[in-house]
């Protein structure tokens, strides 16, 4: 069992209008530890009956929430986020059994997934609307903001606490309450925001979680009338799904979906430069980022050198239990996610690829997979195509700048992208070309509370974090005012 200092995080019920509770009919789940496989406990199986009381705690809580003024819910996110810095490693811990992420990595993204809390609390104060030059000499335009009313979350399983908070944070900020969903995969980590979030002084009713069976909760979240905006983060065939449902009580809608990341290293990068920008972006999460090169495309003078730098680095990466030092790669989440990657790799090496390195699944059994870098990947094979979500960097080759910008267009995706280049020219028309909402440019890190992340094309709607991710929170009102 897991071992932390504070064991009162560790819940193993939901948490709806302030009260820890059971599924209605009892049933519960198991919560696996993907390392070890050994069960973690449970948590309880609700369906839409325990969201719908979710959503009229939400609907009761609005009022008082949206009447505090911008400093007093500031201070209860920064609260929340200092809560969650002294408990990080516990935190880190409860991530690490229930996702498999190493250690390092968890305490990472607890860091981050707190950011979201002090950013949002901060920009709470900011909320501001404008007077607007009037065509009338006897009245004013007054434009407000106003908090859009009673939200959902659905959130994945790679991020369990980031994706959260960075819906949360904006949500609460503005003055809305939200019902979570949080991936079954990884319930822990969100239960134990909401533990967190009550001594924060967030009120009863203004966040609840619900967990479960996703069709019922995102039925119910989707089809009730009282939710006005849904945000959802996960695949683009359920945000897909989940956006008909919004349809016909016409919510508001941000999705954050699937990706396709091209990373393309030219001729003149900085190579071992490069190397470790495709190692932080691939094999980062085990590969499973929305964010994650799925396609490193490297051009003709410099290919065989780059492979072979990135193979050199990509051995040393230790595989294990996420909970030993030093791993830099734990399990993949599930089975499912190991038959991918298998599926990809036997897919391209039947239609011609090398591989240069890994290709199996790991000796440590579970859904351990490999480091694996495959060359000679062509536009034919299904990892040009699919979002592989696991360690597999496949070597695709170029020759021109127009053409790999061709090549990495070619996708319904367009989440995020990088290139390495030290050429000022070929920087700005490439950045300019790339048809994803982020880009990064000699790095292949670029997330960050303070920039605005989200997709084009088929990767989603809306942004999140940074200045804009309030907006999706805030409805405009204008009032006109007769003299
Ligand atoms: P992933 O591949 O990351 O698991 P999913 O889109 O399947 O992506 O899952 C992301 C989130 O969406 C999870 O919280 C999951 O439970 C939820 N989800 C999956 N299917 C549905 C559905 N039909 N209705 C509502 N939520 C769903």
Same mark, same amino acid.
């Given at each position: ?50 969201? +719908? ?17 911008? +400093? ?5 996110? +920064? ?342 280049? +030290? ?61």
């Amino acid at each position: 069992m897991l071992t932390l200092n504070d064991p009162s995080l560790l819940r193993q019920q939901a948490y709806i209008d302030g009260a820890w509770c059971d599924a209605d009919e009892s049933a519960t789940v198991d919560v696996i530890n993907p390392a070890t496989g050994d069960k973690l406990g449970t948590v309880p199986h609700m369906g839409a009956r325990e969201t +719908r009381r979710a959503i009229e705690a939400a609907a009761a809580a609005w009022p008082a929430w949206r009447k505090k003024t911008a +400093r007093e819910r500031s201070l209860v996110l +920064r609260k929340w986020n200092d809560l969650m810095l002294e408990n990080a490693d516990d935190l880190a811990r409860i991530m690490t059994a229930e996702q498999g992420k190493p250690l390092a990595e968890a305490k990472g993204e607890v860091a981050y997934a707190a950011s979201f809390l002090e950013w949002f609390g901060e920009q709470a104060k900011r909320v501001a609307g404008e007077t607007l030059q009037s065509p009338w000499p006897d009245r004013r335009i007054v434009v407000t903001k106003e908090p859009v009313g009673v939200c959902a979350a659905i959130t994945p399983w790679n991020f369990p606490a980031a994706m959260i908070t960075r819906k949360v944070g904006p949500a609460l900020a503005a003055g809305c309450p939200i019902v979570l969903k949080p991936a079954e995969l990884t319930p822990y980590s969100a239960l134990a925001l909401a533990v967190l979030a009550e001594r924060a002084g967030v009120p009863k009713g203004v966040f609840s979680v619900v967990v479960g069976d996703a069709k019922a909760i995102g039925g119910e979240l989707t089809g009730n009338p009282t939710v006005r905006k849904l945000s959802f983060t996960g695949s683009t065939a359920v945000g897909r799904l989940l956006m008909e449902q919004c349809a016909p009580t016409i919510k508001k809608v941000s999705l954050e979906l699937g990706g396709n990341a091209s990373f393309i290293v030219f001729d003149d990068a900085d190579l071992d430069a490069a190397v470790e920008g495709a190692i932080a972006s691939k094999y980062r999460n085990a590969g499973q980022t929305c964010v994650c090169a799925n396609r490193i495309y490297v051009q003709d003078g410099i290919y065989e050198a780059f492979a072979a730098k990135l193979v050199a680095a990509v051995e040393k990466l230790k595989v294990g239990n996420g909970v030993e030092a030093g791993v830099n790669q734990g399990p993949l989440i599930e089975e499912k996610a190991v038959l991918k990657v298998e599926q990809h790799i036997a897919d391209a090496l039947a239609k011609g690829a090398r591989l240069l390195l890994g290709g199996k699944r790991h000796a440590l059994g579970h859904s351990f997979f490999q480091p694996t870098v495959l060359a000679d990947v062509t536009a034919d094979m299904a990892v040009a195509r699919e979002e592989t979500f696991g360690p597999l960097a496949p070597l695709f080759r170029f020759s021109t700048e127009d053409e790999v910008i061709a090549l990495a267009n070619d996708t319904e995706f367009g989440l995020a992208s990088y290139f390495y280049s +030290r050429d000022i020219g070929r920087v700005w028309r490439v950045a300019e070309q790339i048809e994803t909402g982020m880009v990064g440019v000699n790095t292949g890190l670029i997330s960050t509370e303070v920039a605005p992340f989200g997709g084009v094309k088929q990767s989603g709607l809306g942004r999140e974090g940074s200045i804009y991710g309030m907006d999706d929170y805030l409805v405009v009102k204008y009032i006109c005012m007769g003299t």
